[in-house]
């Protein structure tokens, strides 16, 4: 199958090239690194000419609200409309584990909006949904510092690492649409705190990491159930202590 991966030159994108390549299909990375702009439509016609698949892993280059409000409804829309035009038969889109349950957060609500999106679009799909990659805590840490401490609360939390969900949504788009979301987190359900305090640790971080039940996640106040699957999801294969093992050698 030709697959258009847009977004394919980053994180996610590159290894999903990469492992649809190996599968045997004609994947096709897109970004405006190679002249296709997903917020205004320039090149995307042409990017899709042929494409039984296409793969959105692309994100919001700003993180304010409005912005990545704008980004997802206008890059998203843009490519169901050219997928219409040129007959995709599946769409497959990366989105976040509790973004529905997230009103608060200045970024999940985007992420609701999209997959509205796609789900009243006709195309038939296939929605990912990961937890937050091991390769984004040293981030999450930074945006919750207050001073010299870092404020998390003591949630529930299954961080996976960015190879499972390549895995995952590669895996979505060589299969048949499922026309709904399916879910991966990591292999472990930890404690966010616990798992912020020992990502500092091992950077020799000497932030203080404050378990506060107040504290928000990108303006999202936290519970149990928060930012972990719940029901069946897929999990990741590679453990957080794998995966830090691995960044160590």
């Known amino acids: 199958m030709k697959i258009v ?17 190996q599968a045997g299909h004609e994947a096709v990375p897109q970004s405006p690194s190679t002249g296709v702009n997903t917020v205004t439509g320039e090149g995307l016609a042409a990017a899709l000419a042929g494409a039984d698949v296409v793969v959105d892993v692309t994100n919001s280059p700003s993180f304010a609200p409005d912005d990545v409000m704008e980004f997802f409804q206008k890059s998203t829309g843009n490519i169901l409309a050219a997928e219409k035009a040129a007959g995709v038969g599946h769409h497959v889109a990366l989105s976040v ?13 985007a992420k609701v909006a999209q997959e509205k999106l796609i789900a009243e679009s ?11 990659f091991f390769e984004f ?8 510092a207050v001073g010299d401490e870092v404020h998390i609360a003591p949630v529930a ?10 895995r995952a949504v590669a895996d979505a788009a060589a299969a048949a649409p499922v026309n709904g979301a ?68």
Do not use: H
């Open 5 to 21: 991966v847009f977004g394919g030159t980053g994180l996610i994108g590159s290894q999903v090239v990469s492992l649809l390549g």
């Open 157 to 166: 939390f299954q961080p996976i690492a960015s190879a499972d969900v390549a």
């Open 137 to 144: 805590l040293g981030a999450i840490a930074d945006s919750a």
């Open 97 to 109: 584990v509790g973004s529905d349950r997230s009103p608060q957060s200045t970024y999940l609500p």
């Open 182 to 249: 399916v879910e991966t987190a990591g292999p472990d359900r930890l404690r966010f705190d616990e798992v912020i305090r020992e990502t500092l640790a091992a950077k020799g971080d000497t932030r203080a990491v404050v378990a506060d039940p107040a504290a928000t996640y990108f303006g999202q106040t936290m519970n149990d159930e928060t930012i972990v699957p719940i029901g069946d999801y897929r999990p990741g294969a590679i453990s957080l202590a794998q995966w830090r093992a691995a960044q160590s050698r």
């Open 122 to 132: 006709g195309v038939p799909y296939t929605v990912v949904r990961a937890t937050q």
